[in-house]
């Protein structure tokens, strides 16, 4: 598979992202001045079947974030057009650079860096990427990423 410049496709994503996010509202806030949008690319297991990948997002992986992780917004997206036609990306949207940090506060991502005290809000969530979401995608540990802060 092609290996494809993230910021080649990027700005139209999180323009389209961004926008739809700003009337997003938490009733549970952390305080911070810049929303941080982290990106992943999701890359799927061979031989699953997308209908049932799309229906675990949309049935349980969203809700389950929107219930149970503060602070938090998990979209995942499937390319429809353009040179990431037919892939998915992860999305997750911290309310503020603090909130990351509360959750993440190295650049090492995943449960083994997390404080004790966000891990109990994150782990809700977290399940649903352990237990389902490795039925359907590669392992996200130890993948690039990146976390883009919203310039103001």
Do not use: C
């Amino acid at each position: 598979m092609k290996k494809i410049d993230l910021w080649q496709l990027l700005p139209g994503i999180l323009v389209t992202i961004i926008l739809g996010s700003y009337s997003y509202q938490k009733s549970t806030s952390f305080l911070g001045d810049s929303q941080v949008i982290a990106y992943r690319d999701l890359i799927l297991k061979e031989d699953i079947d997308i209908e049932s990948f799309e229906r675990f997002i949309a049935e349980e992986f969203t809700p389950t974030f929107e219930e149970f992780v503060p602070g938090v917004r998990a979209l995942i997206m499937k390319g429809e057009r353009g040179q990431k036609k037919d892939q998915y990306v992860l999305l997750l949207i911290f309310d503020s650079i603090n909130t990351r940090n509360f959750y993440f506060p190295t650049p090492q991502h995943g449960e083994t860096n997390m404080p004790e005290a966000s891990l109990k809000l994150w782990r809700p969530g977290q399940i649903m990427l352990i237990e389902r979401m490795d039925e359907f995608i590669e392992p996200l540990e130890g993948s690039i990423f990146t976390d883009f802060v919203i310039v103001r």
